[in-house]
């Protein structure tokens, strides 16, 4: 960590200035570009673009507010959970802009939007994603190398799904949710520790931990409907999306809670389910979102994926450990993976029902099946990578631990809260029979 | 808890669905509806509708951001303040959309716009405010059952204010301020528990909780405008809305701030105050938002509004539960109650300064009447029903506790922290001496 | 603190109020009104004013949740770091409304628009950043009166920025930030107090204050964009704003985390670099956002601005505590001085590049002056005026202490973890050998 961390992270930066100097300019006439998502050619003006703005604003929110609390919930890690999401965001968005861009328009220069800035964040979310599955277990230069290998990826898939396959996938559910989710399992899977497989003391939360990450959870769940929206071609599309997107996210908080109440013990509820499943609505709803479904089947798909996700986290996650050596540590399969797949599997039965033409149903398979297939590769290959041991990774006894890679101050009553884990009542009997 | 729950919020997502595939559609041609808060027919255009998306956002973000962390104040019900809001504002939501939507086309399929969304929005957060009021001593159950009555009788309450009063009411100061506090009051009234009259240990907020609650204040402060203007007919009344609510609530945090170090001993501020006082200049200019008040009256409501508020909380609140029976444990009485009658009052001395027709004052006197009377009524009904001792309401010394329905893995300084309030100076003593 | 401070908030507030009622009216008619940061007379229908509303509510949620929790920090002063913010903020607002419209209308009757209540919002800004330089050492009673004397002087200095040297400063890096900045060091070296130049027990932050502090300085990042485009009196240049912004943000996370880790023992990450000098790429590009420059030459300025940030924090910091008697508690200095004063010469640089008119040039170069000399004699002269000992300042010993103006009910792990500072290891080694 001494010199590689800095050294890599300002080379990377002078990378992405050279780069930016050599592609990048600003949007000069008319905009003419091909939207990713979206086989039209709006002719806007310029000045008109504008429109995007409270949207990207509210994306914006989701990757650095959103996701940065939602990966607090770790009683010792809140200032990498929040603080490192910050860090990959922050490269990834530069990165993404670049080489979506290069994709986009094969090579040439290219002209920044707002529609960039919202596909650059966006971007910058699959690695969120995926750094939930390794949270704890990685250092910040294993972060910054993945970034960059991920959004290549991910940048390459996208091309494959909008502009070969010509799929529809407007709140991303396959490209990012599910991209991001296998990407992250991939890479946990081979960087497995076996020696953590019975748990780890650090690896728990705290009342005050969970209540930060709820400030994730919720702007996630507030700003949903700007995320599956906002990329949408026209108005009318725009629209049904945002309204999809908020009845589906209703939908899942409703099954989300009776679920947990259902499956733990004494009927309680379960804060790890409350600050994730709430959410599967939201991703599952996002490949149709846009098209044309009422307002009903958008509850349908929120609530089964509602109760799909706490399902994971109650019985997958679990098996993923200790069957098959992939530890999942914010369980992005539950939340992102599966309801992604959900949602690619929703938009195939759509369209399945609506149309006679069966290359668009096959279109969307070979999207759901391209973004699985690119993110189990990409990652494992990453995984390989990230698992030369020259990256500053943590010893097993301090995972989940910031003091590894911050200066943490930790207050007195810290210090004493883990002496008094191992002593407390041995102690306390001591020193109560003593007096 | 242990079945009633799952299976009583899984039967209610089933209803709405069914209920949503049988009245709910998309916007499909020109808007042509009747807007609750205008009596005009604006003829625009579906693709316009999208306007009112940055205004929905932010009530949203008021909604579940701002309304929940302002519940998260007591020490050991975070989980709950927080949660147990998003699960009655999600479905309150969905029931709101639909019950709105048959009162105001009587019965027939109606379409959802953005506009439907802000006033779903809204009915939620009267069941929130009333939530307040009732604050740990009520099971989920229970506030599922509160949340499908009130907002029937508040979506009937607002029906006979817009559509048959034809008051005028844009930040619903009367119609959900008014009526979310009675409401709740009243519920409270019936659900007294006196074996609690002298207070319970969990009723105390800790420096941290405060703090949380914080967030939850400042995001209603900062979107207040957003809230009163949300609904406006045109773009000149939101314009008027959202510059008087501006300036009213910074009114009401400098005399709040001043009247909490008047009556706290020794001139310091309380927190109670602060976080909620400062909020009153937002309900309170809500009715007379839009209408043609300059900016100094905005500010001498507000001014007002924050002094009544703090008032409240040091003299009315334990009048209220000493001596009225009724307990309240957010002082919604004084956030909401107070300033929304304040609310209800101003416009009618504007209207009654400004007019010579005196239909339109006798008209928002019956609109502030009809409001507190419904929400009377249909609080102590809906106390009533809660009262069958069926519905798994915590025992006295459960209160105040989110491990009575919720996983709580309190850290050892928290059961430490429990054990030492018994045994503290005791144990100290004793220590120190053997030692 | 018993009676002054009620009886000269309310006072204030009286004359807010009358203020008001003489001076500030609607828009009524077209717009007309000259922009502070732009010499064009733009002829905007009224009704359209309403563009500027979501980034209104972007630069309302930095001002009262970005800069509040950025201030929550210290361990014991949450509650004055957040609710002293929105203090200032409240009462600044209406004194900014009001003191500009008097500046721009030469003392005339004044509209308000939405673009006022941004200008207003601002001036606030300034106040807050001072703020950061006392923070802990002043009572609310001083921050009353800096809130009038520095809006005063700063809208004072904007007049002349804006209208007499007509230079361009879109994100006010130069009349906001450096002014706020260096007027908060002038304070902060009048009331230097020696007693505590080896630094206070309170004066340090723990686990979640620092994580209630990454709350506001996310905030603060996200919307920064806004904050650099709101005023801009065209749409290209506002889409200009938001991209340099974007971008400038994201290079200076980079090299701010890349430098901390440099200059911290062990490569080790700091929280304090981390939650503010990621800002600082927002500071420094806000002379010249608006500009024609290429997006790579804001991802330097950014960088530059980043790495200067934490160096400030290592080294300028402890010098100017130690050397120059000058306690600046939030380091305003590295997040506001510098970066601000990087902005001013970037604009001069970028201008001197581009055109051959010289009196550009020097136009700006005479807004940075003025900006920083107006601060230095404001901020000397505020010093003075609050160094009279009548205004309940704090002693020294209860300096960065909530409970002296606040109730504070600190829970018993608390009281304990300050017993525990002085007794913990002599007391435990006692207790386990006696038993």
Known sequence: ?????????????VVMIVLFALFVQYETGPNTSQKPNSTELPAMDPDTSMDSYPHFQDVHVMVFAGFGFLMTFLRKYGFSGVGINLLIAALGLQWGTFIQGIF???GQKFQIEIQNMIHADFSAVTVLISFGAVLGKTSPIQMLIMTIIEITVFAANEFLVFE?????????????????????????GILYRSRLKEGHPNEESVYHSDMF??????????????????????????????????????????????????LESRGKLNMVHIQNATLAGGVAVGTCADME???????????????????????????????LRIHDTCGVHN????????????????????KSDWTVVVSQAAALGSSIATALVGGLITGVIL??????????????????YWEVLYSVKDVYDDYTRQSFAHHMSRCLCAS
């Open 293 to 323: 479904i009422p307002p009903y089947y958008a509850m349908i798909i929120g609530s089964i994926a509602g109760v799909v996700s706490v399902i994971g986290f109650k019985f997958l996650t679990p098996f993923f450990t200790t069957k």
């Open 387 to 404: 698992k030369i041991p020259i990256w500053a990774q943590p010893p097993d006894e301090d995972c989940y631990d910031d003091s590894v």
């Open 104 to 106: 986009r328009k094969h």
């Open 164 to 188: 070969v396959f010509l799929a529809s996938d407007i709140g991303e559910s396959m490209t990012i949710h599910a991209f991001g989710a296998y990407f992250g399992l991939a890479v946990a």
């Open 213 to 262: 990450a709820m400030i994730g959870s919720l702007f996630l769940w507030i700003f949903w409907p700007s995320f599956n929206s906002a990329t949408a071609s026209d108005a009318k599309k725009q629209y049904r999306a945002i309204v999809n997107t908020y009845f589906s996210l209703a939908a899942s908080v409703v099954t989300a809670y009776a679920c947990s109440s259902l």
């Open 1 to 13: 960590m001494r010199f590689t961390f800095p050294l890599l992270a300002i080379g990377l930066e």
């Open 335 to 354: 939340l992102h993976g599966l309801p992604g797949v959900i949602g690619g599997l929703a938009s195939i039965i759509t369209i399945a029902l609506e």
